[in-house]
């Protein structure tokens, strides 16, 4: 008679590697905003902008409007409209870069890349202002020294407002990428969207009372108002809730749903 002796299989245990923290993660999308060459260009040009329009006002605009508030209300402009076309490449990287497979095996939970962008889009923001600010300092420094006003004083409201701003377009393009995966696609959209619609408002009488409220490029331009009434206010997060919210909505969603291939 023959004995077997069996050994028993050992034990696998499955040790879950705790998940990635959300700001680790928020400092890899700010990482990769200029990783691209597309990316990279696109800061270098916003920062090559906004000092084109101290520049500007330094050479043709008059004494009276070099002042620190003048400086920062006009540095704004490039970046209002370029960082949200840094907000769409940020969203549709991991789709027309073919990254996808690799980040969500990386990071299983969807959720948690998208609101990592998010917060990077919101940080860039808020860097671009803080930067528009210095540099609004140091034009009024040297548009003294030639002879302009050389106020310094500014409303609070008109630096958190421009700060709103920068935020507003920035997830706005944030929106149109995720909605759309498609880095020209949305971009094309996101500019000649908003603008048909302020045109056909301006145009069409019957549209005028719902463009008010509707359209996004009407209502962000009181925000260069110190004193932005409640209906102002009103106005503007209608805007928002469709041109922002309602695509970031989808835009998720979508993202969360859409096969890796």
Not at 49 to 61: F, H, Y
Not at 80 to 102: C, F
Not at 114 to 120: C, G, P
Not at 176 to 184: D, E, V, W
């Given at each position: 008679m023959t004995a077997v002796l069996e050994t028993p299989a050992p034990e696998v245990r499955r040790v879950s590697s705790p998940p990635v923290p959300i700001g680790r993660l928020t400092l890899i999308e700010l990482r990769k905003l200029a990783d691209t060459r597309a990316g990279l260009w696109l800061l270098i040009v916003i920062g090559l902008a906004t000092l084109g329009t101290s520049a500007i006002m330094l050479g043709w605009a008059p004494d009276e409007e070099l002042t620190f508030e003048g400086f920062f209300a006009f540095?704004?402009?490039?970046?209002?409209?370029?960082?949200?076309?840094?907000?769409?490449?940020s969203m549709t990287a991991e789709w027309s870069q073919r990254t996808a497979l690799t980040t969500f095996t990386l990071v299983p939970a969807r959720e948690r890349v998208v609101v990592a962008k998010l917060l990077a889009g919101v940080l860039i923001a808020a860097a671009s202002t803080a930067a528009t600010l210095v540099l609004?300092?140091?034009?009024n420094l040297l548009g003294t020294a030639l002879g302009g006003d050389g106020g310094w004083d500014i409303a609070g409201s008109l630096i958190w407002q421009g700060l709103l701003l920068q935020v507003i377009f920035v997830l706005m393009g944030l929106g149109f990428g995720a909605l759309l995966l498609n880095s020209a696609v949305a971009i094309v959209t996101f500019f000649a969207l908003p603008m048909v619609w302020t045109v056909l408002g301006e145009t069409i009488k019957?549209?005028?009372?719902?463009?008010g409220w509707l359209d996004?490029?009407?209502?962000t331009m009181a925000m260069s108002d110190p004193a932005m009434t409640g209906d102002e206010y009103a106005r503007l997060g209608v805007s928002v809730a469709v041109w922002v919210l309602l695509p970031l909505l989808l835009g998720i969603w979508r993202v969360l749903r859409r096969e890796v291939s």
């Amino acid at each position: 008679m023959t004995a077997v002796l069996e050994t028993p299989a050992p034990e696998v245990r499955r040790v879950s590697s705790p998940p990635v923290p959300i700001g680790r993660l928020t400092l890899i999308e700010l990482r990769k905003l200029a990783d691209t060459r597309a990316g990279l260009w696109l800061l270098i040009v916003i920062g090559l902008a906004t000092l084109g329009t101290s520049a500007i006002m330094l050479g043709w605009a008059p004494d009276e409007e070099l002042t620190f508030e003048g400086f920062f209300a006009f540095g704004l402009v490039p970046s209002s409209v370029l960082l949200p076309v840094l907000g769409i490449l940020s969203m549709t990287a991991e789709w027309s870069q073919r990254t996808a497979l690799t980040t969500f095996t990386l990071v299983p939970a969807r959720e948690r890349v998208v609101v990592a962008k998010l917060l990077a889009g919101v940080l860039i923001a808020a860097a671009s202002t803080a930067a528009t600010l210095v540099l609004a300092a140091a034009a009024n420094l040297l548009g003294t020294a030639l002879g302009g006003d050389g106020g310094w004083d500014i409303a609070g409201s008109l630096i958190w407002q421009g700060l709103l701003l920068q935020v507003i377009f920035v997830l706005m393009g944030l929106g149109f990428g995720a909605l759309l995966l498609n880095s020209a696609v949305a971009i094309v959209t996101f500019f000649a969207l908003p603008m048909v619609w302020t045109v056909l408002g301006e145009t069409i009488k019957a549209l005028n009372t719902a463009a008010g409220w509707l359209d996004i490029n009407r209502t962000t331009m009181a925000m260069s108002d110190p004193a932005m009434t409640g209906d102002e206010y009103a106005r503007l997060g209608v805007s928002v809730a469709v041109w922002v919210l309602l695509p970031l909505l989808l835009g998720i969603w979508r993202v969360l749903r859409r096969e890796v291939s």
